[in-house]
T-cell receptor
Framework: TQLLEQSPQFLSIQEGENLTVYCNSS?????LQWYRQEPGEGPVLLVT?????EVKKLKRLTFQFGDARKDSSLHITAAQPGDTGLYLC??????????FGDGTTLTVKP | SAVISQKPSRDICQRGTSLTIQCQVD?????MFWYRQQPGQSLTLIAT?????????ESGFVIDKFPISRPNLTFSTLTVSNMSPEDSSIYLC???????????FGQGTRLTVV
């Protein structure tokens, strides 16, 4: 079974602060996705990383995929209350299934 | 991407009854999945819905409890049978348009069993 460990599990910060969420595995994934989920909604895809060492930026969000394609990080610069939510990483296998990390609940206080 | 419509969005059910959740996609997709998300937790895969054949269940989930149908490439149903309060959860439909594309999710069905 491929497992993804996500840390931290909970994060509460003030508006304007920076933060990093980590997603680690002992397994190699063909790709890795980051999702954000708000209460009452399904997860919404933020980004997909495929190539080892890849860095993608989405406004104030920066995503990195480790060289060995086993780990990833999400960095948010100058967090805003609208960034509040559950952040999930998910590794995709060749069979097409996704394995999800435990999630990071982010609260950004105004 | 794919637009996924999931119904109902929420329901409150009596224990011992069954609920069928529908998932409709706006385009044909290769793969469809059903997940469960318990309050404050991450997603757990229940099964892969296979078109025209029996679903493939993950460890801990069985067909008698969670029968799944997938009659075509755009539609699937998940039934939660003989419900108990422990089945209270969010159930999510997910699709992968092609094997090497991202997975997209419906808005989920919040089920409460009383």
């Amino acid at each position: 079974t491929q497992l993804l460990e996500q840390s931290p599990q909970f994060l509460s910060i003030q508006e304007g602060e920076n933060l990093t969420v980590y997603c680690n595995s002992s397994s190699v994934f063909s790709s890795l996705q980051w999702y954000r989920q708000e209460p009452g909604e399904g997860p919404v895809l933020l980004v997909t990383v495929v190539t080892g060492g890849e860095v993608k930026k989405l406004k104030r969000l920066t995503f990195q995929f480790g060289d060995a394609r086993k780990d990833s990080s999400l960095h948010i610069t100058a967090a805003q209350p609208g960034d509040t939510g559950l952040y999930l990483c998910a590794g995709a296998t060749n069979a097409g299934k996704s394995t999800f990390g435990d999630g990071t609940t982010l609260t950004v206080k105004p | 991407s794919a637009v996924i419509s999931q119904k109902p969005s929420r329901d409150i059910c009596q224990r011992g009854t069954s609920l069928t959740i529908q998932c409709q996609v706006d385009s044909q997709v290769t793969m469809m999945f059903w997940y469960r998300q318990q309050p404050g937790q991450s997603l757990t895969l229940i099964a892969t819905a296979n078109q025209g054949s029996e679903a493939t269940y993950e460890s801990g989930f069985v067909i008698d409890k969670f029968p799944i149908s997938r009659p075509n490439l755009t539609f699937s149903t998940l039934t939660v049978s003989n419900m108990s309060p422990e089945d209270s959860s969010i159930y999510l439909c997910s699709v992968r348009p092609a094997r090497d594309t991202e997975a997209f999710f419906g808005q989920g069905t919040r089920l409460t069993v009383v």
